[in-house]
């Protein structure tokens, strides 16, 4: 969706709080899988899949998102939020769940500055990584199913992944799978769509490749720490003007 058309669903009334308890503790379990900061709202119109922006996107010359939504809602929104647009039309919030994370990711590489030839290395890592994240969380007692989970977020990166090459893919319905990350057909199409995919192993993902945070962190300090992390796990050289930050879990050595 263009911004252009966030702008207008916002205006026409078609952005709103979410008033449902069913949707109380999406935005807590959201960060449990991607330790950012994030505000959660419905949308109808044509929102039909799950958005992710950044609360500084200008929608239009100097008028950025966070202003608007501040001005047309009754919302408290914090300087360097995630914001989240969840179709009004869908009900799974698992479903949801896993199309807001695909979509976050997506959003880390457009803000971090990765080597273009590792993005999808990169994208690819973090997928499993959160899949797993996810059922680490439904094992301790977590409202997701996991199946659904993967569906959207499989629904998520296989638009970003598909986009005008369907015809490299050899099965048609492999991002439909739960378990399309799984699948060998996966990484012999990203080998095909990308010649510097590396088609790691999913069995040596770190599953805490992820937690580079305690707590929520701004949207632009996830960032950057996914992208210290990535590199390193990538073997990518370190980005001269982007220090080494510290309040890293001890969980990560990237001296």
Same mark, same amino acid.
């Given at each position: 969706?263009?911004?252009?058309?966030?702008?207008?669903?916002?205006?026409?009334?078609?952005?709103?709080?979410?008033?449902?308890?069913? &949707?109380?503790?999406?935005?807590?379990?959201?960060?449990?899988?991607?330790?950012?900061?994030?505000?959660?709202?419905?949308?109808?119109?044509?929102?039909?899949?799950?958005?992710?922006?950044?609360?500084?996107?200008?929608?239009?010359?100097?008028?950025?998102?966070?202003?608007?939504?501040?001005?047309?809602?009754?919302?408290?929104?914090? &300087?360097?939020?995630?914001?989240?647009?969840?179709?009004?039309?869908?009900?799974? @919030?698992?479903?949801?769940?896993?199309?807001?994370?695909?979509?976050?990711?997506?959003?880390?590489?457009?803000?971090?500055?990765?080597?273009?030839?590792?993005?999808?290395?990169?994208?690819?890592?973090?997928?499993?990584?959160?899949?797993?994240?996810?059922?680490?969380?439904?094992?301790?007692?977590?409202?997701?199913?996991?199946?659904?989970?993967?569906?959207?977020?499989?629904?998520?990166?296989?638009? &970003?992944?598909?986009?005008?090459?369907?015809?490299?893919?050899?099965?048609?319905? @492999?991002?439909?799978?739960?378990?399309?990350?799984?699948?060998?057909?996966?990484?012999?199409?990203?080998?095909?769509?990308?010649?510097?995919?590396?088609?790691?192993?999913?069995?040596?993902?770190?599953?805490?490749?992820?937690?580079?945070?305690?707590?929520?962190?701004?949207?632009?300090?996830?960032?950057?720490?996914?992208?210290?992390?990535?590199?390193?796990?990538?073997?990518?050289?370190?980005?001269?003007?982007?220090?080494?930050?510290?309040?890293?879990?001890?969980?990560?050595?990237?001296?």
């Amino acid at each position: 969706m263009r911004r252009g058309n966030v702008l207008n669903l916002i205006w026409q009334g078609e952005v709103s709080l979410p008033a449902e308890d069913r &949707y109380t503790g999406f935005e807590a379990l959201f960060s449990q899988i991607l330790p950012v900061r994030c505000t959660a709202l419905l949308a109808g119109g044509e929102c039909s899949r799950p958005l992710a922006m950044a609360d500084g996107l200008e929608l239009a010359p100097s008028l950025p998102l966070g202003d608007v939504l501040v001005e047309e809602l009754p919302l408290d929104l914090p &300087y360097d939020t995630l914001v989240l647009f969840l179709p009004r039309s869908q009900t799974d @919030l698992s479903r949801l769940m896993g199309g807001a994370v695909g979509e976050t990711l997506q959003l880390m590489l457009s803000l971090g500055n990765l080597p273009m030839e590792r993005e999808t290395d990169a994208l690819y890592l973090m997928a499993h990584a959160a899949a797993r994240r996810a059922a680490a969380l439904r094992a301790g007692g977590a409202a997701l199913d996991i199946r659904a989970f993967c569906e959207g977020l499989g629904r998520s990166l296989g638009q &970003y992944w598909l986009a005008d090459q369907r015809s490299l893919l050899p099965d048609p319905n @492999l991002f439909a799978r739960p378990d399309f990350l799984w699948q060998p057909q996966l990484r012999a199409y990203l080998t095909e769509l990308d010649p510097g995919f590396s088609a790691p192993d999913p069995h040596m993902i770190d599953d805490d490749l992820l937690c580079v945070s305690d707590d929520p962190l701004g949207l632009d300090d996830w960032a950057e720490r996914m992208e210290i992390v990535l590199r390193a796990v990538l073997g990518a050289p370190e980005r001269e003007n982007l220090p080494l930050q510290s309040g890293f879990p001890s969980r990560f050595n990237l001296q």
